[in-house]
């Protein structure tokens, strides 16, 4: 209970401590990242696209938003999970902070390079309308029988079928086609005006959360396939 009622406090002051570094890190490196993601893209056969906030950010504010601290990219069906982390790590120095799984399938792996975290949220494709996409939390209040235990959310977002290209500081992006749907879907109908209270609320591609939890992951339990069924 000590240590539940401690945690909290000390990640407070953690932030305080490493946002304010982590967004220095994304002014400084954001775009050399971008470019980079765009030519791995391009050489791996990974199907990257800016996602989440940082697709908010270039589209609406026209680069990343002055308050955000890392690159979200959204991985379309392409390279498997696995995959992706050993290109990641091997080929191009990024080190994986953790990855995180969900009935057996890894559903996000955040990387790091240079002080700058890339998370890789991966599309799952059920052979509906929709991807469905996954995120992980912890809840202050819970009591987890593992320390690597999360819960997870549960989202989804209209397919990206069709790309179509932006340029933000000289690099080509691909984006969503249906950008407009695909930010509706990720923030409300009000997306278009910057919120400073902004909380999450009416996010009409958020589905709920889960009633079992997910795991984090190392790099070895990745790459060699040791992935928690619950």
């Not at 800016?50 to 069906?77: C, E, Q, S, Y």
């Not at 009416?202 to 009633?211: M, V």
Request: hydrophobic share 35%; charged share 25%; aromatic share 16%.
């Amino acid at each position: 209970a000590f240590g539940r009622w401690l945690f909290p406090k000390i990640g407070f002051f953690w932030h305080l401590y490493s946002d304010p570094r982590r967004r220095r890190a994304l002014q400084k490196y954001g775009y050399s990242h971008l470019k980079e993601l765009v030519e791995i893209s391009e050489k791996e056969g990974i199907t990257l696209i800016p996602w989440a906030g940082t697709l908010l950010g270039f589209v609406r504010d026209g680069g990343f938003m002055k308050h955000d601290n890392d690159v979200d990219m959204a991985v379309l069906p392409s390279k498997s999970p696995k995959e992706a982390v050993d290109i990641m790590v091997n080929k191009y120095g990024y080190q994986l902070i953790q990855g995180l799984s969900y009935h057996g399938k890894v559903r996000v792996c955040s990387f790091m390079k240079k002080g700058l975290s890339v998370d890789f949220y991966f599309m799952f494709d059920d052979g509906t309308d929709f991807f469905k996409q996954y995120d992980f939390f912890w809840k202050d209040d819970f009591e987890y029988n593992d320390s690597r235990q999360n819960h997870v959310g549960l989202y989804s977002y209209p397919r990206m079928d069709k790309l179509t290209t932006m340029v933000l500081n000289n690099i080509e992006i691909k984006i969503p086609a249906n950008i407009e749907e695909e930010l509706y879907y990720l923030y409300g109908k009000g997306w278009k005006v910057p919120d400073p209270n902004y909380k999450g609320e009416g996010r009409p591609g958020r589905l709920g959360t889960a009633d079992d939890l997910g795991y984090s992951m190392t790099y070895d339990e990745v790459i060699n396939d040791r992935i928690p069924e619950a």
